[in-house]
């Protein structure tokens, strides 16, 4: 009977097997320009993903490049076309869930609906979640338009989702409040 350990016994015990390794025989030579070509290679790479990495503009800078020339609060037109715009919450697909580090997670649905008489290019949402006594909880900041859709014509509407993280789990969330903050219109 072979086991694996009289098999290795027996190659162990060959001298040859031995003296063909201390004289280089059996190694297997590796061609170095080879070597030189993948580390060429390796650090083209590289590189390209740094350029492409340093030259492409934060998501800041993306938003404010979208809204810039947009209306905001504070301006006359803003207030004549946000009464235009309604935001509401879907309370039946709003979704409060636990996450792994102890805290809740809220995705809010809602849809907006642009009552207007102008297509909206940019629309920037506050939705604040609010307590039992009027103060805010937590509140995230979104682009909508043109991020979840391109453009919002006269008399449409859209769903919208927008992901509240780090809510302390007996905090009271009472209520959830929308804001426009920002506008574009063709």
């Known amino acids: 009977m072979i086991t694996y ?4 016994r027996k190659h162990l015990s060959n001298k040859n097997w031995t003296q063909g390794l201390s004289k280089g025989e059996n190694k297997k030579s590796v061609n170095k320009s080879f070597l030189v070509a993948i580390l060429i290679a390796v650090l083209l790479i590289g590189g390209g993903i740094l350029l492409i990495w340093k030259f492409q503009p ?3 800078e993306q938003q404010e490049q979208v809204l810039s020339g947009a209306i905001r609060e504070g301006s006359p037109e803003f207030d004549v076309l946000t009464r235009r715009i309604i935001a509401e919450t879907n309370a039946d697909e709003t ?8 805290f809740v997670m809220m995705q809010i649905a809602g849809r ?16 604040s979640v609010i307590d039992s006594f009027g103060k805010v909880v937590k509140d995230q900041t979104a682009l909508v338009v043109p991020t979840q859709r391109k453009k919002l014509a006269p008399k449409e509407q859209m769903n919208v989702t927008i992901r509240i993280d780090g809510f302390d789990p007996k905090a009271d969330r009472a209520q959830i409040q929308w804001k426009v903050t ?4 063709e």
């Not at 350990?5 to 290795?8: A, K, Q, R």
């Not at 102008?118 to 949402?125: H, P, R, S, V, Y």
């Not at 920002?182 to 219109?185: E, R």
């Open 5 to 8: 350990w009289n098999f290795l």
């Open 58 to 60: 934060s998501m800041q």
């Open 95 to 102: 979704i409060e869930s636990p996450v792994g580090t102890g």
């Open 112 to 127: 907006i609906r642009n009552n207007g008489d102008k297509t909206l290019t940019g629309l920037e949402i506050k939705v």
């Open 182 to 185: 920002a506008i574009k219109t």
